[in-house]
């Protein structure tokens, strides 16, 4: 669908348009009808390029009569000489760029194109490579021509290193190129990769990108095209990605139950052996990360060794003052020196552009993922200053930098736990400005969490999940609502949801609450909420220690 | 600045005058009618007013629809050509030129949506032929073509396979490996999709690609970190409304392709929806009805459909619930579970 203007027209150009539309369908309909009655029948070849050509001039995008035309040309290239090949290739590729001026994206159009040069004794494509030149100046962005312009450009028979150059030709020309930027993305790897396998592009290399990167962002700090390659550049996918399995993070053995936390969603049932032998029970998986085990081990103070299994290795399991226990660091993300040093140099140049360009997002945001990526403990403070400047700057998107914010908040108190949280007895992350709940795969073996005083919605309820060791809950003076996808604490003793904004809706945050599996709660507090006062707590509670 | 005001009556009226008769403008698009016919019955669904189309009219659209349907005869080969049609204009009489009657994938997607949504139970459809038809348009390179005969392949047909092969419950309709290994490898260094690879990425391509992982059950290709920079190439498209690429202007359909794509990735709410919704509203035609794809345009039924669903993510009131992998009302969506588990 392209854009077509309001144009206003009098009574009577309107009744001239109506009758010329009608006759143009007239003539299509009889031009149709013809097509279809022809088709297959080789002597009437001729009249069918005619009709169809007639045809496809107003309309390119009917792919049958692209078809017939095709099939008409197979036939020629087992009778025609070459020379007559030629002209009649040329004639075609002349229909093809006739549409084109008509709809510069007309697929059927540079599809033919395409095909149909491919079928000429002597083709040029060199040639084309020119007229996509042209075409890009009118559009730049139509990324019909650039296909078509790989397509030239692999069948010239250019290595992808020539092709490289044609994309730095192109960015050159104008920084503000994305689809330049993206074929160069593409054909990096081929022309310059790292010879010793540790990255896709060798460093030399790589850091020539960055300096391009650089002088289009100092250009203009306003392309976004130039900063989202630089973070390509400089993300992992530049560095050898290795897709890595779910790891246990967390394990803990105790009387009648286990627990296991993973780094990502695990589908594998994990297996736990307790001196030599499979421990029996059913598994659950409770949360996206973690995996429970019912056992009837009544107590774990005899065994000598335990080891748990998964799909992304095993784990031994040591004593601790709370049961048997293993606990794995997660590793950040390692870079190496020169990774980092490129990554500081790029920080500082940010700064600096900040001084020239005090108000570009792009800057902004660029400098919050390399400080978080270098040293998050140093850059904590600056990088929320940064992000609240940031929803100062790009309001549309304050959710966004919100969202971001909560990351990284998270990720700071994890780095201050360091080792140790594994086994905490207790977290606080009361007021700390959190609208999401990251990273609390890292907490499940927990036993009080205290967030109140935050933003957290409904939304947040199923990253509770992985909370099946917390015993004390703190959720008052947050955003809940109906309570929906409350999922299943059987730890939970004591629960603070006041001041929220829980439904009066008759009965939506009771079935809720009893649907959250809390067999252990003996503690609710529903203060301040609109529902205060609809829920017989009493009641809640007794029904639910019973199930 | 005067509030506009969403009028869904217009907008009703303009699809059915639009079932009863296309206007010459639509002329290029005549053997894709069945598409825009979807675009007018998933429109008056959303709309809410399907059901006010008396059940004869409903009726003889599922009749069109059937007829549009192309079944294999007695040579084996015929089986790749099956499928659904997008208008009679080549409907050929004559056992000969019946081998030059192809399916069209974007028109056996549509045709087999528009029958759920009408109310039909597919029983008449032909499911086998239909899946062999869809393989038969897969690529080496995992995408697929829209028709035999030859045509372009990119993302838009990997969805539309996608819808096939889940409404029919027959995975037997694609590779699926080697079409997540196009997906992959069509995404672009901005951490975002595009029509094939080494394109630029593009809100309509990466609808297609997820709604297409979503619905194969494998969204799982892409690791956490890959899908948020992907969530944030999205949440940068808003304008005011949603642009398709970075430095384009703002275009209805876009708050539908990007849009949905957000709500399948959970980031949905991180949107303005009022300024969201004052672009979609700017660009509604209050004389015709319908909605383009900028302001003072001319009103066309892809806009207007995908002007409604972006204003149905936002919970608009009048407007129903879409299912955004598959592209039409929840209503329509659980009819066809219930359809599928008849079948099973």
């Avoid at chain 1, 009437?44 to 390119?60: C, F, K, S, Y």
């Avoid at chain 1, 007309?106 to 007229?131: F, M, N």
């Avoid at chain 2, 974007?106 to 869809?134: E, Q």
């Amino acid at each position: 669908m392209h854009g077509r203007l309001k144009v206003r027209t009098t009574e009577q150009e309107q009744a001239i348009k109506r009758k010329e539309r009608e006759q143009k369908v007239k003539a299509y309909k009889a031009a149709m009808g013809r097509i279809m009655k022809i088709r297959g029948n080789v002597e009437l070849n001729d009249e069918m390029l005619i009709l169809t050509r007639e045809v496809l001039q107003r309309n390119p995008d009917i792919y049958t009569l692209w078809n017939i035309r095709r099939e008409i040309f197979l036939n020629f290239k087992k009778e025609k000489s070459d020379e007559e090949m030629g002209k009649l290739v040329d004639n075609e590729v002349k229909l093809t760029e006739n549409c084109l001026m008509n709809n510069q994206k007309s697929y059927c159009a540079w599809h033919h194109r395409g095909w149909v040069l491919d079928l000429h004794p002597e083709p040029k494509w060199t040639k084309e490579l020119a007229l996509c030149t042209e075409f890009l100046k009118q559009d730049e962005r139509n990324f019909h021509c650039w296909d078509y312009l790989r397509l030239a450009a692999a069948k010239s028979g250019f290595s992808p290193l020539k092709q490289f150059e044609l994309s730095d030709e192109k960015i050159k020309d104008n920084f503000s190129n994305y689809s330049a930027w993206h074929y160069r993305s593409k054909l990096l790897p081929l022309t310059h990769p790292d010879p010793e396998g540790n990255a896709l592009i060798e460093p030399g290399q790589h850091s020539y990108e960055l300096g391009q990167v650089e002088s289009a962002a100092y250009t203009d700090p306003n392309d976004s095209s130039a900063w989202f390659y630089q973070r390509w550049l400089l993300g992992r996918d530049c560095s050898v990605a290795q897709r890595q399995p779910p790891k246990p993070l967390l394990c803990w053995l105790g009387p009648h139950k286990a627990i296991i936390s993973f780094s990502k969603h695990s589908r594998l049932v994990p297996q736990l052996f307790v001196d030599g032998q499979t421990v029996e029970g059913e598994w659950l998986m409770e949360s996206k990360y973690v995996w429970v085990l019912k056992h009837k081990i009544g107590s774990v103070d005899q065994i000598k060794k335990a080891e748990v299994v998964t799909e992304g290795g095993r784990l031994e399991l040591q004593p601790s003052s709370i049961g048997l226990v293993a606990v794995v660091a997660e590793e950040g993300q390692e870079h190496n020196q020169v990774v980092m040093d490129t990554l500081k140099g790029q920080l500082k140049n940010c700064k600096l552009l900040l001084t020239l360009t005090p108000d570009c997002r792009w800057t902004y945001l660029t400098a919050v993922f390399l400080m978080q990526a270098i040293d998050i403990r140093l850059f904590h403070g600056e990088t929320m200053e940064f992000l609240d400047k940031l929803i100062q700057l790009d309001p549309l998107r304050a959710g966004h930098y919100n969202d971001l914010r909560s990351k990284y908040v998270m990720e700071f108190k994890l780095s201050l736990m360091e080792g140790s949280f594994g086994v905490q007895e207790s977290v606080s992350l009361s007021q700390c400005h959190l609208s999401s709940l990251y990273h609390f795969n890292q907490l499940a073996l927990v036993r009080e969490v205290d967030l109140s005083k935050n933003q957290l919605t409904d939304r947040s309820l199923p990253a509770l999940g992985s909370l099946q060791m917390c015993r004390k809950l703190d959720l008052s003076h947050n955003c809940l609502v109906t309570l929906d996808s409350m999922p299943s604490l059987p730890a939970l003793e004591w629960l603070d949801l006041s001041n929220n904004e829980l439904t009066k809706e008759p009965g939506r945050v009771d079935k809720n609450l009893r649907n959250a599996n809390l067999t252990a709660l003996k503690s609710l507090s529903v203060q301040d909420n609109p529902c205060y006062g609809l829920l017989d707590l009493e009641d809640l509670l007794q029904t639910l220690s019973f199930k | 600045m005067e509030e506009v005001k969403f009028i869904p009556g217009t907008h009703s009226k303009y699809f059915k005058r639009f079932l009863q008769m296309m206007p010459p403008q639509t002329q290029k698009g005549d053997t894709q009618r069945l598409m825009f016919a979807f675009f007018a019955i998933s429109g008056l669904d959303i709309l809410n007013a399907l059901e006010s189309c008396n059940a004869q009219h409903r009726q003889d659209m599922i009749e069109w629809i059937y007829s549009l349907q192309i079944q294999p005869d007695d040579d084996e080969e015929s089986w790749s050509r099956c499928g659904f049609m997008g208008s009679c204009t080549f409907k050929l009489q004559s056992k000969e030129s019946r081998e030059y009657q192809h399916s069209h994938i974007a028109m056996t997607y549509t045709a087999l949506s528009s029958l759920i949504i009408l109310g039909d139970d597919l029983s008449r459809v032909n499911r086998p032929a239909v899946i062999r038809g869809v393989r038969a348009l897969q690529q080496p390179d995992g995408s697929f073509c829209a028709h035999l005969g030859g045509s372009e392949n990119d993302m838009r047909f990997i969805f539309c396979a996608a819808v096939i092969c889940y409404t029919l419950k027959d995975w037997s309709g694609m590779d699926m490996p080697l079409v997540e290994d196009f997906i992959k490898s069509s995404l672009s260094y901005e951490g975002a999709i595009a029509q094939g690879p080494g394109l630029e990425a593009h809100g309509g391509s990466t609808y297609c690609a997820i709604a297409a992982l979503v619905l194969m059950g494998r969204l799982s290709i892409f690791s956490d970190e890959q899908l948020d920079r992907l969530r944030n190439w999205l949440l940068m498209r808003q304008v005011a409304g949603f642009q398709g690429r970075p430095n384009k202007p703002d275009d209805t359909c876009y708050s539908f392709w990007v849009g949905a794509t957000l709500k399948l990735l959970d980031r949905y709410q991180f949107i303005d929806k009022k300024k969201n919704r004052e672009f979609i509203l700017s660009t509604q035609q209050n004389l015709t009805g319908g909605f383009s794809k900028w302001p003072d345009n001319t009103s066309d039924p892809l806009h207007t459909y995908f002007g409604l669903c972006g204003l149905s993510l936002m919970s608009e009131p009048g407007l129903k619930e879409i299912d955004c992998a598959l592209n039409m009302s929840v209503d329509a969506a659980k009819r066809l579970e219930q359809i599928q588990t008849w079948n099973s």
